[in-house]
């Protein structure tokens, strides 16, 4: 059973100062504290202490690395476990960088149970809260069968922050690569807020998936 100690001794010996500024940059908040480990080493420590989770779980939310292990490692729980801390995880979402990665695989297998979530997490008044709901349809819900909650989601957020407006745009991009005619029937609707709307439609056209002509039209969608 690793201390927390153990576990700050362990990312110092892995910190990089030089990515430690290029991170705390990327991250645009003064008041997280990073060490400065690079991802694929907090990668491997994470599933190292998959096995010590409920007492990963205990320590302070001192450091950018220790909230992101508690994360990393939740993704590894089967589905009954990381609902039972979800909330408690989600609440200490601080960044974009560990909202993103926190993506437990076993939502897929139970998409429908974990819409309640998704619906309650979206109308919270906390940023990442609602982005990581938007990153979780991301992640999991882009499918056919699915985009008519996808819609309903997208339609009803609220995208006033630049946070939460960037995942809803990334997401709205997905569709659009992924089911063109359906994504473009909903931003026809206007239901997404000009800021949110355009910026969707700049990143589906910085993908390759999409053709000239489809771009062409999406371009002339702008609002």
Not at 15 to 30: A, I, M, N, Q, T
Not at 38 to 50: E, G, I
Request: hydrophobic share 40%.
């Amino acid at each position: 059973m690793i201390t927390y100690e153990e576990l700050l001794s362990r990312l110092n010996a892995l910190s990089d100062e030089k990515y430690r500024e290029f991170h705390k940059k990327l991250l645009k908040d003064d008041r997280i504290r990073v060490i400065g480990v690079r991802t694929p080493d907090l990668r491997r420590l994470a599933k190292a202490c998959k096995g010590d989770f409920d007492t990963l779980l205990t320590f302070p939310d001192e450091y950018y690395e220790v909230t992101w292990l508690k994360c990393a490692a939740a993704c590894f729980l089967p589905y009954g476990e990381f609902c039972s801390v979800v909330d408690r995880l989600v609440g200490l979402l601080d960044n974009w960088a560990t909202c993103d990665m926190f993506a437990p695989a076993c939502i897929a297998r139970h998409r429908d149970l974990f819409r309640t979530c998704i619906l309650r997490y979206l109308g919270d008044e906390r940023v990442f809260v609602r982005r990581f709901a938007l990153t979780t349809l991301l992640h999991f819900y882009v499918t056919e069968e699915e985009l008519p909650f996808v819609f309903r989601c997208l339609g009803q957020v609220n995208t006033e922050e630049y946070y939460v407006s960037m995942a809803a745009a990334w997401l709205m991009a997905e569709v659009l690569v992924k089911y063109y005619g359906e994504g473009k029937a909903f931003l026809e609707g206007n239901r997404l807020s000009r800021e949110t709307h355009n910026r969707a439609v700049r990143k589906a056209c910085e993908s390759f998936r999409l053709s000239d002509a489809q771009k062409a039209e999406l371009r002339n969608m702008k609002r």
